[in-house]
């Protein structure tokens, strides 16, 4: 009876962590229950393979030893159990999804500079993890000196029976390790094989439903067989620039009362930058708002084989380069939106650090001058992101520090001036490239075009950085046009409300070239004709309603409490006052049929229903 109880109370102290994990993943980021059984099977095998080697040692080995070596063991899979639930959490609440092995492995290899990035010191942090695994070691000797049912099982077993125990345990982890990687139970959202195969969850974190994107391949493909690509001719070049983590309020070239564009603001003098206008993004994450971009689709729309604008380009006879800051490569598949580009680089093949926008220009000094066939560039930079490299040179704005880890509840005077000291870089990191581009020939007749992936929270409605919400602040975003060589751009600004997915077709037609009919978009250069712009973060869905021409209302629906929020941006651009209660029921009826229409997963309420006041529905 003393071994059955000694073997409970292990199982007890080993579960403590995963159980006190999953009530987080559940409660706090709504996994669903399934998940829970297959991570409890799961993190069973290192308890297994733990007591295997206490059996062991407890039949061949000295006491002392044998305790010594059992506890340096638990206190080591206990330490990479709680490493790992932490950067499970960090990667949930920073980005939305689990963390995946590509990320971890590519961030340990650069600890040090992703360190001096977020403003954190290394000896504190190598101090922290040396004390926890200490305090591990400590607590596993303890433990193993008051608990301890190897030494009475190994007396009562002969040699042989332990080594077949032993072998057993073996096959049992083996068995494990290789369901997790041949069958890994992804649609349960067990995060150990999220984190294993993230590509086994495309879209991870939003709620796609699979079937729904086959049946959107599909579509694609006829798309694709059916278009036509322009007859031959003179073509412009291109230059995409994305700022990762962009928002246009914080722009000089937009009004900010600082000057964080000084080359922007030149360029709209020399009348290069001929017009700009702000968009709202599909999401908040930079998955799906490059996604968006290149494949101009809502991200309920999103498939595996969407026609992509680098696509399209590359049929008219355009060589596309793709060059990144940051890792795109082990980003989620985000990899699979670029295939078929004639060069690839981003952060994630250089030594340095992989979100320096240095290593961007870097790569382009080494680009042969333009041969005159038309290229595509699209550049993606990290210095408006959190986690991007700034130069000293250009921390104009003081105090500055990395608000990554701040929580608070209001904008702080030192997260924005880091934010801004970020633009400001981001603006010089275009100087370079636009300088680079015209030594080398690419802008003698060139179109540029400037945004976002996503907007930023600096501590507005309570929220700071992005992937946490749909609020204005991280769901807007600027797009600059600026021409030079050919013909003005025309007019792309005064719409009531443009969307990210706008911006591939309205490239297209300033290029001239017709775009596919499964596109979402449509080119800025004309009228918009639409009634709804979806929108959709973890568990918040929602729509821009562009029906009331006296009126222009967003409505998102939080699946996680069951709230709606709506608001009047015409008179209320910054969301302070909540009017659900007061919107017109035959709007709130055509709202929740739009979100339904984007089936987001956990989307649960009746169209018909009324929320009443308190905006929850079935609320008192």
Same mark, same amino acid.
């Given at each position: ?118 403003? /954190? ?116 070049? !291109? ?94 598949? !985000? ?156 007019? /792309? ?9 706008? /911006? ?47 009126? !222009? ?68």
């Amino acid at each position: 009876m003393k071994i059955v109880r000694a073997l409970a109370l292990d199982l007890a102290a080993w579960y403590a962590a995963p159980a006190a994990f999953l009530w987080i993943y559940l409660h706090g980021y709504m996994a669903p229950a399934d998940a829970v059984a297959p991570h409890l099977r799961v993190v069973l095998a290192p308890l297994v393979a733990l007591a295997v080697l206490r059996l062991i040692l407890a039949a061949f080995a000295r006491p002392k030893a044998a305790r010594l070596a059992s506890a340096l063991a638990a206190a080591a899979l206990l330490w990479v159990m709680l490493a790992y639930y932490l950067l499970v959490l960090i990667g949930l609440q920073s980005w939305g999804r689990v963390v995946s092995w590509d990320i971890i492995a590519s961030y340990a290899g650069q600890a040090g500079s992703f360190a001096d990035a977020l403003g /954190i010191s290394v000896p504190l942090v190598l101090g922290t993890a040396l004390l926890v695994f200490v305090a591990l070691f400590a607590g596993a000797w303890v433990y193993f000196g008051r608990v301890d049912w190897t030494r009475p099982a190994a007396s009562r077993l002969s040699k042989p029976l332990v080594g077949g125990i032993a072998f057993a345990g073996v096959v049992f982890c083996a068995a494990q390790l290789d369901g997790l990687r041949w069958e890994p139970r992804t649609l349960d959202a067990e995060p150990i094989a999220l984190s294993l195969h993230p590509l086994e969850a495309d879209f991870q974190g939003h709620g796609i439903d699979q079937l729904r994107a086959a049946r959107l391949d599909q579509e694609e493909d006829a798309a694709r067989a059916a278009y036509r690509p322009a007859p031959p001719g003179p073509r412009r070049n !291109l230059v995409l620039i994305v700022v990762d983590a962009l928002r246009p309020d914080h722009l000089g070239i937009y009004g900010y009362a600082r000057d964080t564009t000084p080359f922007l603001s030149r360029e709209q003098s020399a009348g290069r930058l001929r017009r700009n206008t702000t968009l709202h993004t599909s999401c908040s994450s930079s998955e799906c708002g490059l996604r968006s971009i290149a494949s101009s689709k809502f991200l309920h729309q999103f498939s595996d084989r969407p026609i992509t604008l680098q696509e399209l380009l590359k049929l008219h006879g355009y060589r596309v380069h793709m060059i990144l800051s940051g890792n795109h490569s082990g980003f989620y598949g !985000l990899r699979r939106v670029y295939e078929g580009a004639d060069s690839f680089f981003d952060g994630s093949h250089a030594k340095r650090y992989m979100n320096d926008d240095r290593l961007v220009i870097d790569h382009l000094a080494a680009f042969p001058q333009s041969d005159g066939k038309p290229a595509m560039f699209q550049f993606h930079l990290m210095s408006a992101h959190l986690l991007g490299m700034r130069d000293p040179a250009f921390m104009k704005f003081a105090p500055a520090e990395n608000y990554a880890l701040n929580r608070g509840q209001e904008p702080s005077e030192s997260a924005v001036n880091y934010y801004d000291n970020g633009v400001l870089h981001a603006d010089v990191m275009i100087q370079e490239i636009l300088g680079q581009l015209e030594r080398k020939g690419y802008l003698k007749d060139a179109l540029v075009a400037i945004t976002g992936d996503h907007g930023e929270a600096l501590g507005e409605h309570g929220r700071i950085q992005h992937s946490n919400s749909v609020r204005e602040e991280a769901l807007r975003v600027p797009f600059v046009l600026l021409s030079y060589g050919g013909a003005p751009t025309p007019a /792309i600004d005064g719409h009531r409300l443009a969307a990210q997915i706008d /911006i591939a077709p309205t490239l297209l037609q300033e290029l001239g070239l017709p775009r596919p009919a499964t596109w979402q978009g449509e080119p800025l250069q004309n009228p918009l004709a639409r009634d709804f712009v979806h929108f959709r973060e973890r568990w918040e869905a929602g729509v821009f309603d562009l029906r009331d021409p006296q009126a !222009l209302w967003k409505y998102w629906f939080d699946s996680r409490t069951g709230a709606e929020y709506a608001f009047d941006l015409a008179v209320d651009p910054r969301e302070n006052v909540n009017v659900i209660g007061g919107a017109p029921l035959e709007h709130k009826r055509a709202w929740r049929r739009q979100v339904l229409a984007g089936a987001p997963v956990g989307i649960h309420f009746r169209y018909d229903a009324d929320p009443g006041p308190c905006g929850t529905i079935g609320c008192p």
